[in-house]
């Protein structure tokens, strides 16, 4: 008797099967020591090694299992086969460690964190599933373990499909925020508890695995039946506990509605009438405008769900940096505080759905470049340049990248998304004003160049470089630093941990515990040499009133930005800490340089502004850029009541919409004084004309609209006219738009 039980408890010993698992295991992290982003201990590791424990931990189970041995309940099995398991997650821990640690920079305790929470549940749930299936089946256990597994990974694609969302929570790897854009994944409260929920159902399981030899046929299988149900119960429940997105969920936080001839919006009670009146029309514009461009038509209302900003998007949708759109839904989802910049080219990723393939209405093999590049047709509009123009830039600067790759496979997300975006709308949009839209729409359904346009893609390339070396746009290497000087998600540094540690500074600077601020940006800036972290430290110090060591810092640092899209708002920073500390030769010398190398017009207005109040005098200068937001505020407006110093307009509209000001005095100050002489004062008008289409006085847009086409650069021309029309449009038919348009609060 005493004999028999020892030879129970005793170790598996470990076969060529195991040995083999540990092989390929060691093999795949090594692997993934050359991928970006999971060659770290993070999010991304932790999601690869969670896949990993659940499937070879269920196969491992199945094989104990079956080896003959004495295996009568889960302590038996955890008795026998923890050394096996103890070195499996030493090894999907160790590896990716050891090159966070080798890597010299990236802090690890957050990486251990994600492990600790989404692979270690993983493996439990490998374990559970085999046992399950080796006590149901006499055969085919590892078919329908794996099966399982994939049944299991796939099923949040049910709900992305159907539910407003585009994040999801998983048993095999915990939780996807929805794209690769949203840096800042952390542990959270409702992560956790989602966790130890996964590892009591699956406990459950185990448990169950394990009665079932010994249960009557009956109870066998209705105790197998309630398995199932519970996590068909668990879905419809979910987005109660906040776990998944519902249209119930979303009408209600976004508890106010429009209901358009097009459009059904809906938004938050926070919102404004007049914001509400503007987002209304530029939703039924761009219905106008786009189907006669696109030669579509939308067959049923769009539903459109506008989110209060990036935070409220995040909680409920899933993509906090991206604006979305589903096509198959006739769906999309931007932020209050920004849909202007992104509802045209999110409208238009619906309308391509009427030449978009498989339930999904994509494009032709789910082409990102395709998918992309037909919205920039649309829109149009990149920052307010034409595509042309920023391609031939890239091409001008150094910038430039390979066509015919960038339509290959998902190779779009290989580069800085600018690139990725403007080459691609580009090169569309050359081949729409060349050969028709209705030959673009057939490429989208069927991605075979030769096919649509009797050419191979490389000689469509050849015409389309042509095309572009004959553009008469002036080169400008600031402006290509600008717009392409900045690396692709997959090359920063740290990129989960920086962003969570950014998060916590920030935090930190907003409840005005500066010298805590200023620690913990130097510390984040010191093992990623991130941007936001070294204008958090400057920002933190100034506040601190240590301008002279912000500047001593800066001017030590700034080199090391050179072109990229951050030196330029260094050199500005910069500037001001001249003038902070009275530094007024070495501030108007750094200006005067700048505006000779600007990167575009908003970067050019504030250089020409901060040399204006220097020109003024040195104490005015001082006084400006030191003060409060209310004291600049009227600053600008004593500057502008004589002359309009029109480099200072952008300064003053700002400022007064961050404060809420009434539009009614800027109106009084520039209805009557403005005139446009030159591309400066034209940038001007077109500034001041987006201001008064977002207080709804469509009828001084459009004057300034009007006016800002005069002077106006070869790269903007396009997207001022499509300005005016707009405008236009608006005062037409914007009264019986709203006058048709149904509200519920």
Not at 606 to 635: C, H, P
Request: glycine letters at 4%.
């Amino acid at each position: 008797m005493k004999e028999s039980q020892q030879k129970n408890t005793s170790k598996i010993r470990l076969g060529p099967f195991h040995i083999i698992f540990f092989f390929i295991v060691l093999c795949i992290y090594i692997g993934a020591t050359y991928l970006p982003m999971v060659n770290v201990i993070g999010y991304e590791s932790s999601v690869l090694a969670g896949i990993i424990l659940s499937v070879v931990g269920g196969l491992s189970t199945i094989k104990f299992l079956r080896s003959g041995e004495r295996i009568l309940s889960t302590g038996d099995l955890r008795k026998k086969t923890w050394p096996f398991f103890l070195t499996l997650v030493i090894i999907t821990i160790t590896v990716p460690l050891c090159s966070t640690l080798l890597s010299g920079n990236c802090p690890y305790w957050d990486g251990m964190w994600f492990y600790l929470v989404i692979s270690l549940p993983s493996l439990l749930i490998g374990i559970s599933l085999g046992a399950l299936w080796f006590k149901l089946l006499n055969r085919f256990q590892y078919f329908f373990f794996l099966l399982s597994i994939l049944i299991i990974m796939l099923l949040p694609l049910i709900e992305l499909f159907l539910n407003p969302q585009i994040y999801f929570y998983n048993p095999i790897i915990g939780f996807f925020p929805g794209t690769i854009y949203d840096e800042d994944i952390k542990i959270d409260k409702l992560m956790i508890l989602y966790r130890v929920a996964n590892l009591i159902y699956f406990r459950m399981i185990l448990f169950v695995a394990f009665m079932l030899p010994t249960s009557r046929v009956f109870l066998k299988y209705s105790s197998f039946a309630a398995l199932l149900i519970l996590p068909v119960i668990f879905s419809v429940i979910k987005p109660e506990y906040e776990l998944a997105t519902n249209i119930n969920r979303l009408e209600k936080e976004l508890e106010a509605k429009a209901v358009t001839d097009n459009f059904t919006i809906r938004y938050s009670k926070e919102l404004t009438q007049g914001n509400i009146n503007n987002l209304i029309l530029h939703h039924e514009y761009y219905y106008d405008m786009l189907p006669r461009l696109a030669f579509v038509q939308i067959p049923d209302k769009i539903q459109s769900f506008i989110f209060n900003n990036r935070e409220h998007k995040r909680k409920l949708f899933g993509a906090g940096r991206a604006d979305v759109a589903k096509p198959w839904l006739y769906q999309l989802y931007t932020q209050a505080d920004s849909y202007s910049g992104s509802l045209k080219h999110e409208l238009a990723h619906v309308f391509s759905a009427e030449h978009g393939i498989s339930f999904l209405k994509l494009a032709d093999n789910f082409n990102p470049a395709l998918i992309e590049g037909y919205a920039m047709v649309l829109e149009n509009n990149y920052d307010d340049l034409d595509p042309h123009y920023l391609a031939k830039l890239a091409e001008s600067s150094g910038y430039k990248t390979d066509i015919g790759s960038l339509f290959s496979g998902f190779n779009f997300f290989g580069n800085t998304s600018s690139i990725s975006y403007i080459y691609s709308g580009s090169f569309l949009k050359y081949l729409a004003g060349k050969y028709g839209f209705i030959k673009l729409n057939k490429l989208y359904s069927d991605l075979d160049f030769e096919k649509q346009y009797g050419s191979n893609m490389d000689s469509l390339i050849e015409e389309y470089n042509s095309f572009l070396s004959k553009l008469k746009y002036s080169p400008n290497s600031a402006a290509a630093d600008l717009y392409f000087g900045y690396k692709p998600i997959f090359e920063k540094i740290c990129i989960r941990q920086r962003a969570n540690d950014l998060n916590n500074a920030q935090e930190l600077y907003s409840n005005r515990n500066f010298a805590d601020a200023a620690a913990e940006f130097e510390r984040i800036y010191n093992y990623s040499d991130a941007y936001p972290a070294l204008l958090g430290y400057i920002q933190s110090l100034e506040k601190l009133e240590d301008t002279l060591e912000a500047q001593s810092y800066l001017i030590t640092e700034i080199d090391s930005f050179k072109n990229t899209s951050y030196y330029f708002n260094l050199q500005m920073v910069l500037g001001d800490l001249y003038i902070k500390n009275k530094s007024f030769d070495d501030a108007n010398s750094l200006f005067r340089d700048f505006t000779k190398n600007a990167p575009n017009n908003s970067y050019y207005t504030q250089a020409l502004f901060r040399s204006y109040l220097i020109r003024r005098g040195n104490e005015f200068a001082y006084t400006y850029v030191t003060g409060e937001l209310e004291e600049k505020y009227d600053m600008l407006l004593q500057i502008n009541r004589g002359n309009l110093v029109y480099e200072s307009i952008p300064s003053l509209i700002t400022i007064s919409k961050l404060l809420d000001k009434d539009p009614s005095e800027i109106e009084k100050l520039l209805e009557t004084q403005f005139r446009v002489e030159g591309a400066l004062s034209s940038y001007c008008a077109f500034y001041v004309s987006n201001y008064f289409v977002d207080t709804n006085n469509y009828k001084l847009a459009r004057k300034f609209s009007a006016l800002s086409v005069k002077y106006c650069p070869l790269q903007s021309v396009e997207v001022r006219k499509a300005q005016l029309d707009k405008i236009e449009w608006f005062i037409k038919f914007g009264d019986s738009v709203l006058e048709n348009t149904e509200f519920t609060y």
